[in-house]
């Protein structure tokens, strides 16, 4: 199964307080720079870092190599529309999206190999994220090519949660209990939270 990485980092960072929150460091290296790493180190094939105009800080903080750069005109528009300026760009080969939050530190190459691995299984025809015992759904998701029409309707700051809710029966969780698939930074408190984590 050939699957595209699509990385989410076109937010404005409203909640967090002066500067952007992709660039804060933890454990020495930009919170987005974490994530290109990991994914970097997965089973996914093309890498595509989907940013808003006037983000040269961010491709800076994640470096050279490995990934494409997407640009999104419609960033003010909401989160909707950075997913879909991805989704526009994965080749027509590819299988299935996996949708990565560009916020969210710890983010590991197990966790995006565990995902894959389900995705393969399952023939590319499910819509495959980690799940705790409790219910909780985490990131990034994997979404089947036969999905992307229904995430280009999405409008807004609408994620793909909707989409997933109406297709329960397209749904593979997988069981991960390791708290980087459920904790992103949308706070300067959860920052804090993340390096003490990491102390």
Request: charged share 20%; proline share 6%.
């Amino acid at each position: 199964m050939k699957i595209t990485a699509i990385v989410l980092a076109a937010g404005q960072s409203t909640r967090f307080g002066d500067g952007n929150k992709l660039l804060a460091t933890v454990s020495g290296f930009p919170i987005v720079k974490r994530v290109v790493t990991a994914l970097s180190q997965s089973p996914v094939g093309d890498i595509l870092l989907v940013t808003g105009p006037g983000a040269d800080d961010v491709l800076k903080a994640v470096g050279d190599g490995g990934w494409r750069h997407i640009q999104n005109e419609r960033a003010t528009d909401g989160m909707a529309s950075t997913l879909q300026a991805g989704l526009d760009a994965v080749a027509p080969d590819a299988d299935g999206a996996l949708i990565a939050l560009a916020d969210m530190p710890y983010l590991s190459p197990a966790l995006i190999e565990s995902l894959c691995a389900a995705f393969t299984m399952c023939q590319g025809k499910a819509i495959v994220f980690p799940q705790q015992d409790n219910g909780r759904q985490g990131h990034p998701v994997i979404w089947p090519r036969s999905f992307f029409a229904d995430l280009q309707k999405l409008t807004g700051d609408q994620g793909g949660k909707s989409v997933l809710a109406a297709n329960g029966a397209h749904c593979h969780p997988v069981p991960f209990s390791d708290d980087g698939a459920y904790f992103d930074i949308d706070t300067a408190d959860d920052l804090s939270r993340a390096r003490q984590l990491d102390s």
